[in-house]
């Protein structure tokens, strides 16, 4: 009899267990299915979206990637800003909102005409002086009341230079921010995910280029965290030399924080300090849109792949940050995903040189992408643009060129680098699934010593529940019998005063 009460436990117990593991698998697929997030992140307050949520909202818009205007700018006296086309605008307007939505702050901006109007007039000035400054001079012979609009569209606005187009810039330039000038700051990239940012407004003359960032400035939120990439991320919207950047909105001490990045589908780390990084590692408090942004670079890293996924971990902060990154495809793209522009990011010129051969491409096309890292700062000057010739050409026919040029330069040192890295990777694979044998091999070992121990502690789980239930019937019983005591003496004692 007793061998058949353990043999009864022991199956109630496989029965149970089989259950809770039906149950716990059937959790994880609708978290799949549903966009759960099953790995919680910790001391960041953004919305997340998941997969489907952004090739959702990124199918329902159009990122017309064109150029029109509806009033064409003339750059000679008597100066007209000119206007650019709703569609334009509105193709920038979605770029913008879409990340946002990644990065999981309001994505509701809307266009204000006061800012397009200061930041067309801006771009205005910035072309007829060849410039790309946010405090121009005032051109000769143009009025007051235009420079002035112009002024304040330059000084309060992100800027650019050598995008054929809005999509681009902010795209390729703007939400990058990984040249030498731009990288400690990521300013651009912090103005455009400004949680407080309800409206913006754009404009570009020839290759000059603005959008309006200071609506709400200082204003108070509930995001911080706010981290790009985002927790999801398209492949298509952060290349290999993009800087990592979360921003926390207090300030951040460079000398206490520390960052570790892990590359959960190898087990690959990198450590960023104040003491040792393993690449890039700035602390920036400045007010771009909001302070204490934390920004990395991981060396060794030439882009990112669908189903990576990254781990991140901070600490030295008010509170511990922890979040995942997980990249994926959109299986659609914009027309300017070829596209490396000048001025903001450090990319190629959209105009090509009038030049013989590959060599002297490559050189005048370094020199000048040079000089506008070297230029593109907030208190400097961009150069003359009359002063290189340029034969415009298709982006398709620039990138073909430059493409071609660099692999011929290149394609030896890339072999080699591929190589040695995917040595690397296949031995820290091969680490890895050892380490995953032996620790799977513990945990095996570690149940079946485990079972014999449940099964005692399910038995008496079940005993001591059968006397609680025994103790309950009884004092049920106890009680009842109490009452019916209780009211038969009322019952007699009310007759007695009845007869007397």
């Known amino acids: 009899m007793e061998q058949?009460?353990?043999?009864r436990i022991?199956?109630?117990?496989?029965?149970?267990?089989?259950?809770?593991?039906?149950?716990?698998?059937?959790?994880?697929?609708?978290?799949?299915?549903?966009?759960?997030?099953?790995?919680?992140?910790?001391?960041?307050?953004?919305?997340?979206?998941?997969?489907?949520?952004?090739?959702?909202?990124?199918?329902?818009?159009?990122?017309?990637?064109?150029?029109?205007?509806?009033?064409?700018?003339?750059?000679?006296?008597?100066y007209a800003p000119g206007r650019l086309s709703d569609e334009t605008m509105q193709g920038a307007l979605e770029t913008l909102n879409f990340i946002r939505y990644v990065a999981g702050v309001p994505y509701g901006v809307t266009l204000n005409e006061e800012y397009v109007r200061m930041v067309q007039a801006g771009t205005l000035i910035d072309a007829v002086n060849g410039r790309m400054e946010h405090t121009p001079t005032k051109p000769a012979g143009m009025s007051d009341d235009l420079f002035q609009t112009g002024?304040?569209?330059?000084?309060?606005?992100?800027?650019?230079?050598?995008?054929?187009?809005?999509?681009?810039?902010?795209?390729?330039?703007?939400v990058v921010d990984s040249d030498n000038y731009n990288i400690s700051i990521l300013g651009h990239r912090r103005w455009m995910l400004n949680p407080a940012m309800k409206m913006t407004g754009f404009g570009k003359t020839d290759y000059y280029v603005a959008m309006y960032v200071f609506d709400s400035f200082g204003a108070a939120t509930d995001y911080y965290g706010i981290a790009w990439p985002a927790q999801v991320m398209p492949t298509s919207y952060f290349a290999g030399s993009s800087p990592w950047s979360i921003t926390m909105g207090y300030e951040v001490d460079y000398n206490s924080v520390h960052v570790k990045l892990t590359l959960v589908n190898t087990g690959r780390t990198w450590s960023f300090s104040s003491t040792h990084s393993?690449?890039?590692?700035?602390?920036?408090?400045?007010w771009y849109g909001m302070p204490g942004c934390i920004i990395f670079r991981p060396n060794g890293v030439s882009s990112y792949q669908p189903g990576d996924v990254y781990l991140v971990e901070m600490t030295g902060l008010r509170q511990n940050v922890s979040y995942e990154v997980k990249f994926f495809d959109l299986n659609s793209a914009t027309a300017s995903d070829s596209y490396s522009g000048t001025g903001v990011s450090s990319g190629q010129s959209y105009s090509t040189?009038?030049?013989?051969?590959?060599?002297?491409?490559?050189?005048v096309t370094e020199q000048t992408s040079q000089e506008y890292d070297d230029a593109y700062d907030y208190d400097e000057d961009a150069p003359n643009t009359e002063?290189?010739?340029?034969?415009?050409?298709?982006?398709?026919?620039?990138?073909?060129?430059?493409?071609?040029?660099?692999?011929?330069?290149?394609?030896?040192?890339d072999t080699t680098d591929s190589q040695e890295e995917e040595k690397k990777e296949a031995e820290t694979e091969e680490e890895t699934t050892k380490t995953k044998k032996i620790i799977v091999k513990s945990r095996i070992n570690y149940y079946e010593t485990e079972d014999e121990e449940i099964e005692n502690e399910e038995n008496k789980k079940y005993q001591k529940t059968m006397r609680r239930v025994s103790d309950a019937a009884m004092a049920v019983a106890l009680l009842a019998t109490l009452t019916v005591g209780v009211m038969a003496g009322v019952s007699v004692y009310r007759n007695k005063q009845e007869g007397e």
Not at 14 to 27: D, P, Q, T
Not at 37 to 62: D, F, P, Q, T, W
Not at 355 to 361: D, G, R
Not at 387 to 413: F, K, Y
Request: proline share 3%; net charge negative.
């Open 387 to 413: 002063t290189v010739t340029t034969e415009t050409q298709t982006t398709a026919g620039v990138t073909e060129q430059i493409t071609t040029v660099a692999n011929e330069v290149t394609t030896q040192e």
């Open 353 to 363: 040189y009038e030049t013989e051969t590959p060599e002297q491409i490559m050189q």
């Open 10 to 78: 022991l199956c109630t117990f496989i029965k149970r267990k089989k259950i809770v593991i039906i149950w716990i698998a059937a959790l994880i697929m609708c978290g799949m299915q549903s966009g759960i997030v099953l790995y919680a992140s910790e001391g960041m307050n953004v919305e997340y979206h998941n997969e489907g949520e952004i090739k959702a909202y990124y199918n329902s818009l159009r990122f017309y990637d064109g150029v029109t205007y509806s009033q064409t700018p003339v750059t000679t006296s008597p």
């Open 4 to 7: 058949y009460g353990k043999k």
């Open 151 to 174: 002024f304040a569209g330059t000084s309060s606005s992100n800027l650019g230079w050598g995008y054929p187009t809005l999509v681009a810039t902010i795209k390729d330039g703007w």
């Open 278 to 286: 393993d690449g890039d590692f700035y602390v920036d408090n400045q």
